[in-house]
C-alpha cells in the first residue's frame, strides 16, 4: 500500500451522522496534514497534527494519530451536507518529503 | 484572505505544444510546489521551490520544468505536451518553518490540462 493511503475510498452517511476515515502510512513523520476537496476544486487545509501529539480538535473534526501503528483517522462529528467532499492526508517527513493518497470521498445524505 | 491563483481553470492544447501554467500567491511564502491529481493515484509532486530561482525535482519531475524569477510567482513548463500530461494540475505555496512541509499549504482552485 502507499504512504498516507485513506481508508474507506467511499463513505456514504445521512445528516447527522458521524464520519470516520482513517490514514495508514510506512514510514516515520514529522507531521500529517488532512485537507478538503470539493469536486474539481483546489484542496483546502483542515488539520495538522505533530508527531508529538496524540490528538486534536478544530470545531466538529476530531483528528487523532497512533505514531505506533502509522495511522491517523478524521472524525467528523454531526455531518452536514455541506461537508460532501473528497478528503485526503498528507504525511510529511522530516526530509521534507510529502505524500498524499489518494483520498476518501464522502457523501452526505440530506 | 490568502490566495493562490492559477491562470486557467481548464486548458486544451495540442500534442508537442509548450504549455504554461501560471499560479501567483499573495502571502509571501518562501514554498511553492507543482502537483498533478488523477484519480487512483492521489496527489503526486512535480517540482517545488523553497526560494526565488531555487526549484527541487518532486516525485514525477520528467516532462516537466519550472521557473521561479519571483517570490509570488511558480511556473510550470511543459516543454512539449503529450496526452498522458492530461490532468489536473494543483499549485499551492506555504510558508517555510525550518522545512518545506512543516506548516498547512494553500491550494489554488487548480487547472484541468487536456492534451488532444
Known amino acids: 500500500s502507499q504512504q498516507g493511503e485513506e481508508d474507506p475510498q467511499a463513505l456514504s452517511i445521512q445528516e447527522g451522522e458521524n464520519a470516520t476515515m482513517n490514514c495508514s502510512y510506512k514510514?516515520?513523520?514529522?507531521?500529517l496534514q488532512w485537507y478538503r476537496q470539493n469536486s474539481g476544486r483546489g484542496l483546502v487545509h483542515l488539520i495538522l497534527?505533530?508527531?508529538?501529539?496524540r490528538e486534536k480538535h478544530s470545531g466538529r473534526l476530531r483528528v487523532t494519530l497512533d505514531t505506533s501503528k502509522k495511522s491517523s483517522s478524521l472524525l467528523i462529528t454531526a455531518s452536514r451536507a455541506a461537508d460532501t467532499a473528497s478528503y485526503f492526508c498528507a504525511t510529511h517527513t522530516n526530509a521534507g518529503k510529502s505524500t498524499f493518497g489518494d483520498g476518501t470521498t464522502l457523501t452526505v445524505k440530506p | 484572505d490568502v490566495k493562490v491563483t492559477q491562470s486557467s481553470r481548464y486548458l486544451v492544447k495540442r500534442t508537442g505544444e509548450k504549455v504554461f501554467l501560471e499560479c501567483v500567491q499573495d502571502m509571501d511564502h518562501e514554498n511553492m510546489f507543482w502537483y498533478r491529481q488523477d484519480p487512483g493515484l492521489g496527489l503526486r509532486l512535480i517540482y517545488f521551490?523553497?526560494?526565488?530561482?531555487?526549484?527541487e525535482k518532486g516525485d514525477i519531475p520528467e516532462g516537466y520544468s519550472v521557473s521561479r524569477e519571483k517570490k509570488e510567482r511558480f511556473s510550470l513548463i511543459l516543454e512539449s505536451a503529450s496526452t498522458n500530461q492530461t490532468s489536473m494540475y494543483l499549485c499551492?505555496?506555504?510558508?517555510?518553518?525550518?522545512?518545506?512541509?512543516?506548516?498547512?499549504?494553500?491550494f489554488g482552485q487548480g487547472t484541468r490540462l487536456t492534451v488532444v
Open positions: 521551490s523553497y526560494d526565488v530561482k531555487m526549484k
Open positions: 499551492a505555496s506555504s510558508l517555510y518553518s525550518g522545512g518545506t512541509t512543516n506548516t498547512e499549504a494553500f
Open positions: 497534527i505533530r508527531s508529538n501529539e
Open positions: 514510514t516515520s513523520i514529522n507531521n
